[in-house]
T-cell receptor, first 114, second 109 residues
Framework: DAGVIQSPRHEVTEMGQEVTLRCKPI?????LFWYRQTMMRGLELLIY????????DSGMPEDRFSAKMPNASFSTLKIQPSEPRDSAVYFC????????????FGPGTRLTVT | RKEVEQDPGPFNVPEGATVAFNCTYS??????FFWYRQDCRKEPKLLMS???SGNEDGRFTAQLNRASQYISLLIRDSKLSDSATYLC??????????FGAGTTVTVRA
């Protein structure tokens, strides 16, 4: 079975550009989480969805970040405009209601903003 | 103060040795506890849940001390494949996980 799929795997962009990260959760999972990981701050939850509805976006750093989940099999995280401090690995994870804490992470998108 | 704090290590141990490390959490209202494992440049994966009475999963033993607000992980008979970063994870009875920065373990032949 396919796991969580993320694209692109690597993204290098210039400051000020728009960046869109994509995620396909595991089929049947009803929770989807977006995380960011850096050496300085570790793994931080940005936002999570339940049944495609955003539940908690308190971890989103600022208005430059937005996330959508138009259907059960697709989610995006957009940064506009990007800044060098946004450089990080962005993970998407999905899980089932009964075992929501067992989150299956995708391989991550390594974002570098120059 | 960070919500979850861990000794970053690294803990360098020979194969077959036992290694143990703790993490502390700041919020006494925390409800659920887990250990995740993250290999170098890979995604985190759930290793085990941590129950109040302590629990084992093969060579791994997890303990919870609510009074002192710490969680421990012990690995017996270490294998080379145990080399990874172990993330301590805490939940506050919502659907959000708070991750520690991780403890790195390196098992050498």
């Amino acid at each position: 079975d396919a796991g969580v799929i993320q694209s692109p795997r690597h993204e290098v962009t210039e400051m000020g550009q728009e960046v869109t990260l994509r995620c396909k959760p595991i089929s049947g999972h009803d929770y989807l989480f977006w995380y960011r990981q850096t050496m300085m701050r570790g793994l931080e939850l940005l936002i999570y969805f339940n049944n495609n509805v955003p539940i908690d976006d308190s971890g989103m750093p600022e208005d430059r970040f937005s996330a959508k989940m138009p259907n059960a099999s697709f989610s995006t995280l957009k940064i506009q405009p990007s800044e060098p401090r946004d450089s990080a690995v962005y993970f998407c994870a999905s899980s089932l209601t009964g075992r929501w804490y067992e989150q299956y992470f995708g391989p991550g998108t390594r974002l570098t903003v120059t | 103060r960070k919500e979850v704090e861990q000794d970053p290590g690294p803990f360098n141990v020979p194969e077959g040795a036992t290694v143990a490390f703790n993490c502390t959490y700041s919020n006494s209202a925390s409800q659920s506890f887990f250990w995740y494992r993250q290999d170098c440049r890979k995604e985190p994966k759930l290793l085990m849940s941590v129950y109040s009475s302590g629990n084992e999963d093969g060579r791994f033993t997890a303990q919870l001390n609510r009074a002192s607000q710490y969680i421990s992980l012990l690995i017996r008979d270490s294998k080379l494949s145990d080399s990874a970063t172990y993330l301590c994870v805490v939940n506050m009875n919502d659907y959000k996980l708070s991750f520690g920065a991780g403890t790195t373990v390196t098992v050498r032949a």
